[in-house]
């Protein structure tokens, strides 16, 4: 049976604060692609993952896109809704399929104005999301395709149990803003340091502290943010 418990940031709150939540909340799949929230639309669900990795996507006009963050089992979507707000530009969707809950949108604004130690918890979530995109953009401005690609396979590694990870090139691409060809030369790159194992659809982290050296830099921040701010 579904537990919402498992999702890290609703274990951390008090149970009359969960207990606000809980009749609420519905258990649900979460397939390749379902989408969570769309741009400039009235989001009407926030998640809370169990398993699983969704991707927030910055689209420009000419249909550019490129993934700004992650949200696996330590956090939720929907982080307009927590700041008083309906919508954002951006897309999220599940980038790599898994489970959780669904509370609508009104649920949780109701639940947050009747409970005043709610709301607080999952600010702290918002502020270490968005040290995870101000991180992002750095990256992209300043770390090697090597370091970026580094940072981001352990960021997924961060949410999904066992070393195997559904990573498709197409994926690894939008997350690292370049074209497949690239992707794939630097991958090869981690291969052949034996940080990774390569197949049809997934990485495979083979060693973990070496990815952390060879992401340098550009991983840690968040993590260390998160922890601060919600624990371990």
């Not at 649900?28 to 699983?52: A, D, N, T, W």
């Not at 992650?70 to 919508?87: D, R, Y």
């Not at 060809?181 to 197949?199: D, I, N």
Request: hydrophobic letters at 40%; proline letters at 4%.
């Amino acid at each position: 049976m579904a537990n919402p418990r498992q999702n890290r940031l609703l274990a951390r709150l008090a149970p009359k604060d969960f207990n606000a939540l809980r009749p609420h909340l519905e258990a649900m799949q979460l397939p390749l692609r379902h989408p969570l929230e769309k741009p400039g639309r009235r989001i009407e669900s926030v998640y809370f993952f169990e398993s699983g990795i969704a991707s927030v996507v910055a689209i420009q006009s000419n249909d550019t896109r490129v993934e700004v963050g992650l949200i696996g089992c330590e956090g939720m979507s929907g982080v307009a809704v927590v700041l008083g707000n309906h919508q954002t530009p951006n897309s999220t969707y599940m980038q790599v399929a898994g489970a959780g809950h669904r509370i609508s949108s009104d649920a949780l604004r109701t639940a947050m104005a009747k409970n005043a130690g709610l709301q607080p918890i999952l600010l702290k979530f918002v502020q270490a999301f968005m040290v995870q995109t101000t991180q992002t953009a750095i990256c992209n401005a300043r770390s090697l395709l090597d370091e970026r690609l580094a940072r981001w396979i352990l960021m997924a590694h961060d949410r999904c149990t066992g070393a195997t990870i559904a990573l498709t090139h197409e994926f690894l691409a939008l997350m690292l803003g370049v074209r497949r060809a690239g992707v794939t030369e630097t991958l090869h790159a981690l291969v052949k340091r034996g940080l990774v194992k390569s197949g049809r659809g997934e990485v495979t982290v083979l060693d973990r502290a070496g990815l952390e050296a060879s992401a340098g830099d550009s991983y840690g921040v968040p993590e260390r943010e998160y922890r601060r701010l919600l624990g371990r």
